[in-house]
């Protein structure tokens, strides 16, 4: 990680460290597993096919700690098990690393009660979502410019019917095209011109995982996370996150 990256993840991890020891949990014999979920299980069966989780290019990594699950959307995939402790020593250097330790935090967030929705929302969820995300920029923000980081096509579609919306994305398949009448954007070019004309920036917690997360911090325009993967961060560091479909993480089987 470049040392501007490495600025987020320090406060991150800082705070994490201080939730595991709050709780007692570093010394605790905590076995932490993570794994691919198919797309099925775990986004379910929903009108839309154009999520980019049914494509199958990208998957949910899904981490159990003491009865609590959390995730972390990834392109990077591989099962992990250790201690809680050996999680909070990986170095965070790649895509997978990043996802383990992010759906692990989540777990351990939703353990702790600090935030319990760390489940992606299934079938008609993200319907419903969408419905809401209008209503819940203009009750917060007015009538804002909107940058939406990572292309999310039902929560595009309603934003950019009610506000000036721009959206980035890193997925080659998606950049340049235009959707639902929203033009994607290179995510990758002009990100600070982007971030300058913005009232507000609207980003997939999966910009931890891919380490685009700092610039989006850094910035000092008004952050709004969605999704489940930066849940538990989004709690930590008091980022406002947007996910009112998204299922409780506590496993009650």
């Given at each position: 990680m470049?040392?501007?990256?490495?600025?987020?993840?320090?406060?991150?991890?800082?705070?994490?460290?201080?939730?595991?020891?709050e709780y007692k949990l570093k010394q605790a014999e905590v076995k932490v597993t993570a794994k691919p979920l198919s797309p099925e299980g775990s986004i379910?069966?929903?009108?839309?096919k154009d999520y980019v989780l049914l494509k199958g290019k990208?998957?949910?990594?899904?981490?159990?700690?003491?009865?609590?699950?959390?995730?972390?959307?990834?392109?990077?995939?591989?099962?992990?098990?250790?201690?809680?402790e050996d999680v909070l020593a990986l170095p965070l250097t790649n895509d997978y690393q990043r996802a383990v330790y992010t759906a692990t935090l989540n777990a351990a967030v939703c353990h702790t009660g600090k935030v319990v929705n760390t489940i992606h929302c299934r079938n008609e969820g993200p319907e419903l979502c969408a419905r809401q995300a209008?209503?819940?920029?203009?009750?917060?923000?007015?009538?804002?410019?909107?940058?939406m980081i990572g292309y999310q096509p039902a929560l595009a579609e309603a934003l950019h019917?009610?506000?000036?919306?721009?959206?980035?994305?890193?997925?080659?398949?998606?950049?340049?095209?235009?959707k639902n009448g929203v033009l994607i954007e290179n995510g990758a070019i002009g990100l600070d011109k982007h971030l300058a004309a913005c009232d507000v920036i609207f980003a997939?917690?999966?910009?931890?995982?891919?380490?685009?997360?700092?610039?989006?911090?850094?910035?000092?325009?008004?952050?709004?996370?969605?999704?489940?993967?930066?849940?538990?961060a989004a709690a930590l560091l008091g980022i406002p996150r947007f996910c009112p479909e998204s299922i409780d993480g506590v496993n009650t089987k």
């Open positions: 470049t040392e501007k990256i490495n600025v987020f993840f320090h406060r991150l991890q800082k705070e994490f460290a201080r939730l595991v020891d379910g069966s929903t009108k839309r990208e998957r949910l990594l899904q981490a159990e700690m003491m009865g609590c699950r959390g995730q972390a959307f990834t392109g990077s995939l591989g099962d992990f098990a250790g201690t809680l209008v209503n819940y920029f203009q009750k917060n923000y007015g009538k804002p410019r909107i940058l019917q009610a506000f000036h919306l721009t959206v980035l994305d890193l997925d080659p398949a998606n950049i340049g095209q235009e997939t917690g999966s910009t931890m995982c891919n380490d685009t997360a700092d610039p989006l911090i850094q910035s000092g325009k008004p952050l709004v996370v969605f999704g489940t993967t930066g849940s538990g």
